[in-house]
Structure formats: structure tokens, C-alpha cells
């Protein structure tokens, strides 16, 4: 099937750092991309949609300007948390949506980012 | 607004018993329904979607539009189907997906 891939997989940032994620479809081109945060033993919540050459769409209570995401070409968005806080610890997913050797489209999810802001 | 619900937290069966992991959803127009699973230390990958209407891992799910709902069902559970397991609702085409809560199933071997 088709790679959805993050980098880095984890990183540990002191407060107050930027630290950038990165997602990348491997194998084919997606024209949207989400951004998920994850809790321990939670569901995922969306953050926000990004489109291609577009600025990305924010979820309610997501904060623009602390989670900065750039979706520069058809297989690359990143997610940059600034000025990170300890309660921006989370496990980040990307997931890519797109068709995949002409089979229907399908969200296709990255392994996910451990972030840890001490 | 979409809205997706799973009251269970926890499922556990035993090997060969009947599983049934209970979705309902909340949507004001015709939704797309999925079912996704994630195994231990592996990433969120889709199970079924309603339109397919096929059988993954011996696993199916009816969409039921009077009782808004989207059971995940297998007659006969194995233990490599001990997982994570999560409803998700979306309006369709590359809009965003709506997930539920997750239930963990969990087979007694």
C-alpha cells in the first residue's frame, strides 16, 4: 500500500524551542494532508487540514499561530510547534489523503512524532 | 456537525466467540463510514469503509441509516485480532475524518 512517512519519529525540545515534523507521501501524490494530535489512551483529534498551495484549515480551539503548517508541494507537509510548552507533549500523526495506482482514494497514516517539551 | 460515538472502551472475548465493537454517528447529510485498526507499535491503517461492502480479516460492518449506526461484527475472533479499533465518519471525497473514541479489543486466548 501506499508510505506515509514522519521525521522525525521522536524529539525531545526544551521549552520555548520550534521544533518542525515533517510528513511526506512516498509513493504518490496527496492532495490533502491532516495533521492529528493523540493523548495517551485518547482518540485522535484533528488539528487541521492542508491543502496543496494552500493555507491550511484549523479546527476550533487549534492556535494558527503556534501550529504552523506549510504544505509546499503534493508530497510534503510540515508542522512546526513554536515556542513549545510541556503541555504540547503529544504524539503528532499526518496522515495523506490521495489515490494510490488508481484505486480509490484513501487517508493513509504516518507512523506518528513523539514530541516531549521539557 | 459530525459527531462519532463508541460506548465501549474495552471489548474482551474469547478466541472463536463472536465480536461486535458498537459505532453510531451523527451527521446531518449522507456520510462515509470507516472502521480503522491499530495493532500494537504499528501505525492507524483502514480496516473497511461502508461503500466497499467487503470483508477484511473476516470482519464486516452494516451501515444502518435508521439506527445511525456502524457495528464492526466477525463470527469468530482470533487473538491477532487483538487491537485498537476506531469508528470514523467523513462527508466524502478529501474532506476530513471524524474519529471515535476507540475501543480496545481484546481476545482471551
Known amino acids: 500500500g501506499a508510505v506515509v512517512s514522519q521525521h522525525p519519529s521522536w524529539v525531545i525540545c526544551k521549552s520555548g524551542t520550534s521544533v518542525k515534523i515533517e510528513c511526506r507521501s512516498l509513493d504518490f501524490q496527496a492532495t490533502t494532508m491532516f495533521w492529528y494530535r493523540q493523548f495517551p489512551k485518547q482518540s485522535l483529534m484533528l488539528m487541521a487540514t492542508s491543502n496543496e498551495g494552500s493555507k491550511a484549515t484549523y479546527e476550533q480551539g487549534v492556535e494558527k499561530d503556534k501550529f504552523l503548517i506549510n504544505h509546499a508541494s503534493l508530497t510534503l507537509s510540515t508542522l512546526t510547534v513554536t515556542s513549545a510548552h510541556p503541555e504540547d507533549s503529544s504524539f503528532y500523526i499526518c496522515?495523506?489523503?490521495?489515490?494510490?495506482?488508481?484505486?480509490?482514494?484513501?487517508?493513509?497514516f504516518g507512523p506518528g512524532t513523539r514530541l516531549t517539551v521539557t | 456537525a459530525q459527531r462519532v460515538t463508541q460506548p465501549e472502551k474495552l471489548l474482551s472475548v474469547f478466541k472463536g466467540a463472536p465480536v461486535e465493537l458498537k459505532c453510531n454517528y451523527s451527521y446531518s447529510g449522507s456520510p462515509e463510514l470507516f472502521w480503522y485498526v491499530q495493532y500494537s507499535r504499528q501505525r492507524l491503517q483502514l480496516l473497511l469503509r461502508h461503500i466497499s461492502r467487503e470483508s477484511i480479516k473476516g470482519f464486516t460492518a452494516d451501515l444502518n441509516k435508521g439506527e445511525t449506526s456502524f457495528h464492526l461484527k466477525k463470527p469468530f475472533a482470533q487473538e491477532e485480532d487483538s487491537a485498537m479499533y476506531y469508528c470514523?465518519?467523513?462527508?466524502?471525497?478529501?474532506?476530513?475524518?471524524?474519529f471515535g473514541t476507540g475501543t480496545k479489543l481484546q481476545v482471551i486466548p
Open positions: 470514523a465518519l467523513s462527508a466524502g471525497g478529501y474532506q476530513k475524518v471524524t
Open positions: 496522515s495523506a489523503t490521495g489515490s494510490f495506482r488508481g484505486t480509490a482514494y484513501e487517508q493513509y
